[in-house]
């Protein structure tokens, strides 16, 4: 019987201290700043053992999403231009906006439902993200899909 496999995404700060380890471990090796996993595990902190553990498990989420559809949900100000500027830091990191829904603005808040393809020039899409929350006028920016 095939086992399911569940993917989540997590921000940073809820990840375990092993797995980020586990990551920069990986990215070490990846641009040749280490040249033996026993290397990279010294230098990130950690034992060979666990990067042979979880190396399978985690991946910075830029590194999985290329090729693929983001969607999320954000809750912001009815303010003029605000909008706009979600849209141009989407360009900005040359994603590709799919769907795009504002509902009504309730007590002056609408909510904001976008899917963006992310192509093989988009920029990194923490990055993006990040910066579409630090906006002033974003209240929640929550990723509620990647296919």
């Known amino acids: 019987m095939a086992v399911k496999t569940n993917y989540f995404v997590l921000k940073e700060k809820a990840i375990p201290e ?3 380890k586990v990551v920069e471990a990986k990215r070490l090796i990846d641009t040749g700043k280490a040249v033996s996993v026993q290397e ?3 230098a990130a902190g950690i034992s060979r ?3 042979y553990k979880y190396k399978d498990d985690i991946f910075p989420f830029h590194d999985n999403s290329r090729g693929m559809t983001v969607t999320m949900i954000i809750q912001m100000d009815d303010e003029p231009g605000l909008l706009s500027e979600v849209l141009k ?3 900005d990191y040359h994603a590709n906006v799919l769907t795009i ?3 009504i603005p309730v ?3 609408a909510s904001l439902s ?4 992310v192509l093989p020039d988009t920029g990194d899409i923490s990055e993006m ?4 929350e630090e906006k002033a006028g974003i209240h929640y920016l929550k990723i509620l899909a990647r296919e």
């Open 40 to 42: 990279a595990a010294d």
């Open 114 to 117: 976008i899917s963006v393809d």
């Open 107 to 109: 007590n002056g808040v």
């Open 89 to 91: 830091s989407v360009a």
């Open 129 to 132: 993200v990040e910066e579409i």
């Open 49 to 51: 053992s666990s990067f």
């Open 101 to 103: 829904h504002q509902s």
């Open 18 to 20: 092993v797995l980020l």
